[in-house]
């Protein structure tokens, strides 16, 4: 299973829900509870052979896109003083650029320092963030933007306080987010946006800085209620009671976002959105409404002229229908105008361990091969029964089910994409959070539930290290070619958390990972609980995030075989979310399923998805 986050934070991960559902419906079941592993086997393995290339690999590195990405991304885990970090080596340039050296730009994209490096920045997208509220508020907003960004390319990051004139003329375009109403513009910042032509992403505060409320009026065509100061941004979030009563300016109890004919959702603890006094429809065209819990409407996406600008700074979601998918489209008016519409879907079949059944994990490959579907499917290559166990405690690899290894090589014959899902999908230690068992626990983070049963992430496994995450990923990979199949070169985080120096080893090793990653800040210092300082994050196409990795997209979750809440975990919601999903002109919408779920309902939802007008591609298309 995949998809379990944290209950505090900087946001409640949807995959919480999912853990929950697992453990209630014991929809993870144990093999031996389905007698599997005393069925009788095949007495050999098949024979080794070969699959074309796209039965194991990912997506082509998108276009524009570099390996040594510049984003604001820092190692929370190096100071976690409970494991040796034999590490990576020295900084590869994860981390921020502080404005601390000379300005080359182009150095930071293609870093030859010649001429041609000098065109190459000019393909780079500059996103400029507060850094008035400190290093954490600062670490979230640059690696959720650098990450979305970089979908269209190299990205590169600065502190608001350290931007130098001319930067934006020097790039393809700049996204700003105004987090801190504490913020001051550098006078570079405000000249170069009024004077350059380059497109400009404004989103959230500071925006009345830029200039006098007349001049603003004359150049853009709308004035601020008030002085065009957002208030305040903060990690957490607050009952709507509670921010209605703080005051400050903006729209209060905005709940959702009306963009292209679609009602996306809001949470409105996220606090209110900047307001406008007027706006002449002339000269300014307002591209999203906000909605409130009480019926009003008012404008939260305009553009005029070069300047586009949000209310609010829109880039995480709370929900698979978050207003954030309007940002995610918005992208594509400033850094690819011309992209046509296209919506594809992936499909995953989920937790294919050694204690599966190898009849539904034919029957769910036949069933959406003989719909034309390609699909992907996650393998764990060990199984580990469940705690306490005794001295003999379950271990079956899959060398060990024949059958089973079979009826993967069928899936592959019929199309299937193979990625690793981990090693054992536990920790090979105490509960992690349940019972040990693999498809239960977590892998590559320690949690644990509290007295009211809520997830608590709280850090890196012991011992966690560059070597050690090597060493599971070398055992993981033996253990396929001990059962004569061929290694994928997709990863899929279980349970979707691993800590930042097991990321980049991912990120070394496979060519892609599948999942929704999990991003920290530098707020903590491997005290527990991690689970304030932790971030996830979905994207609605494929991106390279700030661990280097290519991350083939998972925006839709999972059918749950009892769902945990009434709304989510069932066919309709991943339909409903689908689409609202259908918004991103460029999208690609992606759900995954147990197979011994049955058939029906995964047929169910491709057939609607595909009428909708998804087309259903292989990881290897994109």
Same mark, same amino acid.
């Given at each position: 299973?995949?998809?379990?986050?944290?209950?505090?934070?900087?946001?409640?991960?949807?995959?919480?829900?999912?853990?929950?559902?697992?453990?209630?419906?014991?929809?993870?079941?144990?093999?031996?509870?389905?007698?599997?592993?005393?069925?009788?086997?095949?007495?050999?393995?098949?024979?080794?052979?070969?699959?074309?290339?796209?039965?194991?690999?990912?997506?082509?590195?998108?276009?524009?896109?570099?390996?040594?990405?510049?984003?604001?991304?820092?190692?929370?885990?190096?100071?976690?003083?409970?494991?040796?970090?034999?590490?990576?080596?020295?900084?590869?340039?994860?981390?921020?650029?502080?404005?601390?050296?000379?300005?080359?730009?182009?150095?930071?994209?293609?870093?030859?320092?010649?001429?041609?490096?000098?065109?190459?920045?000019?393909?780079?997208?500059?996103?400029?963030?507060?850094?008035?509220?400190?290093?954490?508020?600062?670490?979230?907003?640059?690696?959720?933007?650098?990450?979305?960004?970089?979908?269209?390319?190299?990205?590169?990051?600065?502190?608001?306080?350290?931007?130098?004139?001319?930067?934006?003329?020097?790039?393809?375009?700049?996204?700003?987010?105004?987090?801190?109403?504490?913020?001051?513009?550098?006078?570079?910042?405000?000249?170069?946006?009024?004077?350059?032509?380059?497109?400009?992403?404004?989103?959230?505060?500071?925006?009345?800085?830029?200039?006098?409320?007349?001049?603003?009026?004359?150049?853009?065509?709308?004035?601020?209620?008030?002085?065009?100061?957002?208030?305040?941004?903060?990690?957490?979030?607050?009952?709507?009671?509670?921010?209605?009563?703080?005051?400050?300016?903006?729209?209060?109890?905005?709940?959702?976002?009306?963009?292209?004919?679609?009602?996306?959702?809001?949470?409105?603890?996220?606090?209110?959105?900047?307001?406008?006094?007027?706006?002449? %429809?002339? +000269?300014? =065209?307002? !591209?999203?409404?906000?909605?409130?819990?009480?019926?009003?409407?008012? #404008?939260? &996406? *305009? $553009?005029?002229?070069?300047?586009?600008?949000?209310?609010?700074?829109?880039?995480?979601?709370?929900?698979?229908?978050?207003?954030?998918?309007?940002?995610?489209?918005?992208?594509?008016?400033?850094?690819?105008?011309?992209? %046509?519409? +296209?919506? =594809?879907? !992936?499909?995953?079949?989920?937790?294919?361990?050694?204690?599966?059944? #190898?009849? &539904? *994990? $034919?029957?769910?490959?036949?069933?959406?091969?003989?719909?034309?579907?390609?699909?992907?499917?996650?393998?764990?290559?060990?199984?580990?029964?469940?705690?306490?166990?005794?001295?003999?405690?379950?271990?079956?690899?899959?060398?060990? +089910?024949?059958?089973?290894?079979?009826?993967?090589?069928?899936?592959?014959?019929?199309?299937?994409?193979?990625?690793?899902?981990?090693?054992?999908?536990?920790?090979?230690?105490?509960?992690?959070?349940?019972?040990?068992?693999?498809?239960?626990?977590?892998?590559?983070?320690?949690?644990?539930?509290?007295?009211?049963?809520?997830?608590?992430?709280?850090?890196?496994?012991?011992?966690?290290?560059?070597?050690?995450?090597?060493?599971?990923?070398?055992?993981?990979?033996?253990?396929?070619?001990?059962?004569?199949?061929?290694?994928?070169?997709?990863?899929?985080?279980?349970?979707?958390?691993?800590?930042?120096?097991?990321?980049?080893?991912?990120?070394?090793?496979?060519?892609?990972?599948?999942?929704?990653?999990?991003?920290?800040?530098?707020?903590?210092?491997?005290?527990?609980?991690?689970?304030?300082?932790?971030?996830?994050?979905?994207?609605?196409?494929?991106?390279?995030?700030?661990?280097?990795?290519?991350?083939?997209?998972?925006?839709?979750?999972?059918?749950?075989?009892?769902?945990?809440?009434?709304?989510?975990?069932?066919?309709?919601?991943?339909?409903?979310?689908?689409?609202?999903?259908?918004?991103?002109?460029?999208?690609?919408?992606?759900?995954?399923?147990?197979?011994?779920?049955?058939?029906?309902?995964?047929?169910?939802?491709?057939?609607?998805?595909?009428?909708?007008?998804?087309?259903?591609?292989?990881?290897?298309?994109?």
């Amino acid at each position: 299973m995949s998809g379990d986050r944290r209950v505090s934070g900087l946001r409640q991960h949807a995959g919480l829900r999912w853990l929950v559902a697992l453990l209630l419906s014991a929809l993870v079941v144990s093999g031996a509870s389905l007698g599997i592993f005393s069925r009788k086997e095949p007495a050999t393995l098949p024979a080794p052979r070969s699959w074309p290339e796209c039965g194991t690999s990912g997506p082509r590195t998108p276009t524009g896109h570099t390996t040594g990405l510049q984003t604001a991304y820092a190692d929370a885990g190096a100071d976690t003083g409970d494991r040796a970090d034999t590490g990576d080596g020295a900084d590869t340039g994860d981390r921020a650029d502080t404005g601390d050296r000379a300005d080359t730009d182009a150095g930071d994209d293609a870093g030859d320092g010649t001429a041609g490096a000098a065109g190459a920045a000019r393909t780079t997208t500059l996103v400029v963030v507060d850094d008035a509220d400190g290093p954490a508020a600062f670490q979230v907003h640059a690696s959720r933007a650098a990450n979305l960004v970089s979908h269209f390319g190299p990205v590169r990051v600065v502190r608001t306080s350290a931007y130098q004139a001319g930067m934006l003329g020097r790039h393809r375009a700049l996204v700003y987010l105004g987090t801190s109403a504490a913020q001051r513009l550098p006078e570079g910042l405000r000249r170069d946006v009024l004077a350059a032509p380059r497109p400009v992403l404004w989103m959230g505060g500071n925006i009345g800085t830029l200039t006098t409320a007349d001049d603003f009026a004359n150049r853009y065509g709308w004035r601020w209620d008030g002085d065009g100061l957002a208030p305040r941004q903060v990690l957490g979030q607050q009952p709507a009671d509670q921010a209605r009563a703080a005051g400050g300016q903006g729209l209060h109890g905005v709940t959702g976002v009306r963009y292209k004919g679609a009602l996306l959702s809001r949470t409105s603890t996220q606090g209110p959105v900047a307001t406008f006094t007027t706006l002449d %429809p002339r +000269r300014a =065209r307002v !591209l999203a409404t906000a909605v409130t819990d009480d019926g009003r409407s008012r #404008p939260w &996406a *305009v $553009r005029s002229a070069n300047l586009t600008y949000l209310t609010e700074v829109a880039l995480n979601s709370d929900t698979d229908d978050d207003r954030f998918l309007a940002t995610a489209d918005l992208l594509f008016d400033l850094l690819a105008p011309g992209t %046509p519409t +296209r919506h =594809r879907a !992936l499909v995953r079949l989920e937790d294919i361990g050694p204690q599966a059944d #190898p009849d &539904a *994990v $034919r029957a769910a490959g036949d069933a959406l091969s003989s719909l034309g579907v390609p699909f992907s499917f996650g393998v764990i290559p060990v199984y580990r029964g469940p705690l306490p166990d005794g001295p003999e405690r379950a271990t079956v690899r899959l060398r060990d +089910r024949p059958e089973l290894v079979r009826a993967l090589v069928h899936l592959l014959d019929r199309g299937g994409t193979m990625i690793l899902h981990g090693y054992t999908h536990q920790s090979d230690g105490p509960p992690n959070p349940t019972n040990g068992e693999t498809g239960h626990d977590f892998e590559f983070f320690r949690t644990h539930f509290d007295a009211q049963r809520r997830l608590v992430y709280d850090g890196p496994i012991h011992g966690d290290s560059a070597a050690w995450m090597q060493r599971r990923l070398d055992e993981a990979t033996a253990e396929i070619r001990a059962a004569h199949l061929p290694v994928p070169r997709v990863f899929e985080t279980p349970h979707y958390a691993a800590s930042p120096t097991d990321y980049r080893v991912i990120a070394r090793e496979f060519d892609a990972r599948y999942d929704r990653g999990s991003y920290f800040t530098p707020g903590w210092q491997g005290r527990s609980p991690v689970s304030p300082y932790m971030d996830e994050q979905f994207a609605p196409y494929v991106i390279r995030d700030v661990y280097g990795s290519v991350v083939i997209p998972e925006t839709l979750g999972m059918v749950e075989l009892r769902p945990s809440l009434p709304d989510e975990g069932t066919a309709e919601a991943i339909l409903a979310h689908a689409r609202s999903q259908f918004v991103v002109r460029d999208n690609v919408a992606s759900f995954f399923y147990h197979p011994f779920l049955g058939t029906e309902q995964l047929e169910d939802i491709v057939n609607r998805m595909r009428s909708m007008g998804y087309r259903f591609v292989a990881p290897c298309e994109l």
